[in-house]
């Protein structure tokens, strides 16, 4: 006998089970799709950071809970909330390292994205300010907003007026937990944003699998979120059936606009509302008329968005007594902490679970308001900041990261199977591995290679690592000694002169690595060999300011020719900046291989794979805008440029593309961003249209030329509505207006590139037109 009205679902369920079109992405801990709920499910997994395979830690449990609350099938003993929807399986948190940072989820976020999910389900999050959002972040989540798919992330359990992030970016539907009774549980946030886009929904002992073939009831937003999720998966897929197009952003609507109040004395904690279940059913099924309302700013429908006052944030640790609802035992919060892990950390104690037997689906929430069980908070541990002991390459990492959690006391309904029983538990949880002295480790996969290989176009500039102390060191032995004097100076043969001091090499100064690698001049002037071959034994990282996004891995026949173009690379990054081969940016396109590798840092970074050096340029933007302005006014001037318009439009050019550089920065992983990478790259093949549109030329009584340039407003990037066969087009449109006079009409530049290879191409001719 269920314990719990389930009535509601168990009506909606007779309408539909979900429609395998539908996609909804969870984004979570290792998932054990062997287990008798899920092994009928329709699940893929994408290859992430996370490459381990689901244990009985409690990441695994995390996320094969939060699965089966959703996808869980209805002959077993965990009833799904849309089990016959389509399931996309990212694991984003490990059994031994239960966060992340913002940039890897926006990582795990795009690719969602890229796979096509209608919905993403997050059960973790970061206690912070909203506006304290990763410009990564924030941009990922608006690529989601703009391409029509909404983000469900669980408010976080800090029992205070806070945000989480993602869930307080306005774009994100929040999810607060309800205790069984209906009222908002003590530990689930509040905070301002969560006041128009945070929903409660039942949060209290929801049943789910556990890794082996187990089940138990946990409590928290983390469990809460799947609960919104689910509906939202089971409301799309009654759109389809009644003919009309998947819209998550208009349930979403109706999921805040028919929320039900809470009592008078719970005030902000009430989020919007209570989830009303079959009120949202009922204006789906009845098709009332839903206005979406503009949860972001105008610029939303770009790719990029500037969020200034970026400031790492701790996380919060809350405490609950799950069995007496009182401030007891800490939880896990559901948000995120560093990268690295505090010396003097303690692991936060999961939440007392109550067991149960019976075959009861997630908890719901029936029509007369009673909250059915389900939801468990996610942890948030106190963060800092990590700083490698020895940083490559001159470079640091200042990693922040997400965390999920998991309850320390979670009970298992059913035996655990005797291969998962020999697994040790993990003690210190989550702690961070020792560096493995292997580089690059495979990424574990479902089996079934169901996702296509990834393209990536991304800019950003050269760096390496070592990985471990002992590749340090064989590089500190095998390199020559330099003048103590002048370190670029190296002496290979051992030769010193009389007069110099010679010291031992210094593998992260760049200067000696290039020497090392390329060949330098010896102390007596003669030419040196250099050491090309040991290009390979370097992990060379494709870094965004400081921060490693890529670790790059050629192959095959051209790999020993891209070694050494990186290593060219690396060679024109250091030189002073006024050098006329001096490499500000570069661009690489390649092939995200699946696997990962950890930096000495311990940084876990995706590994790419450069087929060939084709794509592979270099640049300095004062190089590149004299390079357009010589095309442009030719031998002859031809243009008719003049000195105060050239500067002026010279300026015009360098601001757009400093934006593209610093503001629109990405991992140039979706197709937008690489369309968006591909342009700022290639500002030389619409170089005639960009002087045109910044000139802005402007008759004058008689006809006296005024040249005032146009200073860049916005660029988005949108799906193209004409394009060949078997390719994929996106219009760049850049956007700029008259600094001088707002009354004028703005003028719009478009170009449209085709990203379906791996080298992107542009298609046709550019476009300007004027707009209002």
């Known amino acids: 006998m269920n314990r719990y009205d389930t009535s509601a679902f168990q009506q909606i369920w007779k309408s539909t089970l979900g429609y395998p079109t539908v996609k909804i992405a969870v984004l979570d801990g290792p998932v054990d799709t062997t287990h008798p709920s899920l092994q009928d499910a329709q699940l893929s997994k994408l290859p992430t950071l996370v490459s381990s395979a689901p244990g009985v830690g409690r990441m695994s449990e995390h996320g094969t809970h939060i699965t089966s609350v959703i996808f869980g099938q209805h002959d077993s003993e965990i009833r799904g909330i849309a089990p016959a929807c389509n399931g996309i399986i990212a694991p984003i948190f490990s059994d031994d390292k239960a966060r992340l940072s913002q940039l890897d989820l926006a990582r795990a976020i795009n690719q969602a994205l890229d796979q096509g999910a209608h919905v993403i389900n997050i ?21 989601c907003h ?59 002992q929801i049943l789910g699998a556990m890794p082996g073939g187990g089940s138990a009831r946990k409590s928290g937003t983390s469990f809460a979120t799947p609960i919104v999720t689910g509906l939202i998966g089971l409301m799309l897929s009654l759109q389809i059936q009644q003919g009309q197009s998947p819209n998550p952003y208009q349930i979403k609507e109706a999921i805040l606009r ?26 789906i099924v009845n098709q009332s008329e839903i206005t979406v309302s503009e949860t972001v700013s105008a610029s939303s429908a770009q790719i990029g968005i500037n969020m200034s006052n970026i400031n790492p944030s701790e996380s919060h640790t809350a405490e609950f007594d799950n069995s007496m609802g009182q401030p007891n035992s800490p939880i896990y919060p559901q ?83 005797a291969q998962f029983a020999s697994t040790p538990m993990p003690q210190n949880y989550p702690t961070v591995n020792q560096v493995a002295p292997s580089a690059v480790a495979p990424s574990e996969g479902c089996g079934c290679d169901s996702s296509p290989s990834s393209l990536i176009y991304a800019i950003g500039v050269i760096g390496y690592d070592f990985a471990t102390e002992a590749r340090r060191d064989s590089f500190k032995q095998l390199m020559p000694v330099v003048n103590a004097n002048n370190s670029a100076e190296s002496f290979p043969d051992g030769n010193v002169p009389d007069g110099t001091i010679a010291i031992p090499a210094n593998p992260y100064d760049a200067r000696q690595m290039v020497n090392y690698l390329l060949g330098s001049p010896r102390g ?55 050098s006329n081969e001096y490499i500000e940016r570069i661009s690489l ?24 050096t084709r794509g592979m340029y270099a640049w300095n933007t004062n190089q590149l805008i004299s390079s357009v302005m010589a095309a442009i006014a030719g031998d002859n001037n031809e243009s008719g440029l003049g000195d105060a318009e050239r500067g002026e439009v010279e300026y015009a050019l ?92 703005r003028r719009v530049l478009r170009y449209t590139i085709d990203v379906s290879d791996l080298m992107p191409v542009t298609i046709g001719q550019p476009r300007i037109w004027d707009i209002s």
């Open 146 to 204: 703009k391409a029509g798919v909404l983000i469900v992330a669980a408010a976080g359990n800090d029992g205070c007026d806070c945000l989480h992030l993602p869930a307080a970016l306005p774009a994100v539907l929040a999810v607060g937990a309800l205790d069984i009774r209906g009222h908002p549980f003590d530990f689930s946030n509040w905070g301002e944003t969560y006041q128009t886009n945070g929903i409660l929904a039942p949060g209290e």
């Open 335 to 417: 948000a995120t902490v560093l990268a690295t892990q505090p010396e003097n950390y303690a692991p936060p104690a999961n939440t007392p679970q109550t067991l149960t037997d019976q075959n009861v689906p997630v908890g719901v929430l029936s029509a007369s308001g009673m909250a059915t069980p389900n939801g468990q908070p996610i942890p948030t541990y106190p963060g800092s900041q990590s700083t490698p002991t020895y940083p490559p390459a001159g470079m640091t990492n200042n990693i922040q990261g997400l965390q999920a959690s998991s309850p320390e006391t979670n009970q298992v309904v059913a035996n655990v199977p």
């Open 123 to 143: 059960s973790g999050g970061e206690l912070s300010a909203p506006d304290a959002a990763e410009t990564i972040l924030a941009e990922a989540v608006q690529a």
């Open 258 to 283: 028919t929320a039900l109040s809470c009592a008078s004395d719970t005030g902000k904690r009430c989020l919007t509302g209570r989830l009303d279940i079959l009120e949202v059913y009922n204006t």
């Open 654 to 745: 360098r601001s757009f593309l400093q934006r593209i550089y610093y503001d629109l920065r990405n991992l140039g992983q979706t197709a937008q961003e690489r369309a968006l990478n591909y342009a700022s790259a290639n500002v030389f093949q619409f170089s005639d249209a960009m002087v045109d549109v910044l000139r802005n030329r402007q008759r004058v009584g008689g006809g006296t030329d005024m040249a005032v340039a146009m200073q860049l407003d916005s660029i988005a990037v949108e799906k193209s509505p004409f394009c060949r066969v078997d390719s994929d087009c996106w219009d760049v449109k850049i956007t700029f207006f008259d600094p001088e006079n707002d009354r004028r009409a």
């Open 524 to 578: 007596d002037g003669q030419a040196a060999n250099g050491n090309p071959e040991e290009a390979a034994s370097l992990i060379w990282t494709l870094n965004l300011e400081l921060t490693p996004i890529y670790a790059i891995e050629p192959k095959g026949a051209f790999g020993y020719v891209v070694y050494k173009q990186m290593a060219e690379f690396l060679a024109g990054q250091i030189l002073a900046s006024n």
């Open 589 to 612: 396109p390649g092939v995200l291989t699946g696997k990962t590798v950890r930096l000495f840092s311990g940084q876990v970074v995706p590994v790419i794979e450069p087929l060939n």
